[in-house]
């Protein structure tokens, strides 16, 4: 079944793919919005986008304090081409889940960051994928059998 990233062009999932510098925007408790620079990779067979960090971090705490759960982006650009993933976004301490987001992070960005015990993975289902890829075309999404 395709989900919003893997109906995307394959130039689309590819550029997901490229060594690019990132932004995540989160919404403050006062509905301003927190865009900070991160490393995002991506998941297009389950629908998700994974951001690793503190656990002591602002857009930690603006996730948290939407009840676990909030809505955010996350978006890429290179010249002409750009892409952003919108979703819901979930705060996930578990082990495993972060060492394979740890593990994700150092294949699309060439280096495994060093262990950090505060470290925790935003986990992103993304709902909606938008962009402008060269002469990229999204598949048209099929219905669930």
């Keep these: 079944m395709l989900n919003a ?21 989160t919404l403050r408790p006062n509905g301003r919005p927190h865009v900070v620079p991160v490393g995002v990779t991506v998941d297009a067979a389950a629908g998700v986008a994974r951001v690793i960090t503190r656990k002591s971090s602002r857009k930690v705490a603006n996730i ?3 009840g676990g ?21 979930e705060v996930c301490t578990d082990e495993a889940l972060v060492e394979d987001a740890v593990a994700h992070y150092g294949k699309r960005y060439g280096r495994t960051p060093a262990p950090d015990p505060e470290r925790v993975v935003i ?12 002469g ?5 999404a099929q219905a669930a059998a």
Aim: charged residues 20%; contains cysteine.
């Design 123 to 134: 986990l992103i289902s993304v709902e909606r994928a938008l962009g402008q890829i060269l």
């Design 136 to 140: 990229a075309r999204p598949r048209a």
């Design 69 to 89: 759960e909030a809505r955010v982006a996350v978006c890429q650009v290179d010249g002409g081409r750009w892409a952003t993933l919108e979703g819901v976004a």
């Design 64 to 66: 948290l304090a939407g």
């Design 5 to 25: 990233i893997s109906a995307q062009s394959d130039s689309y999932l590819e550029f997901w793919s490229e060594y690019h510098l990132c932004t995540l925007t």
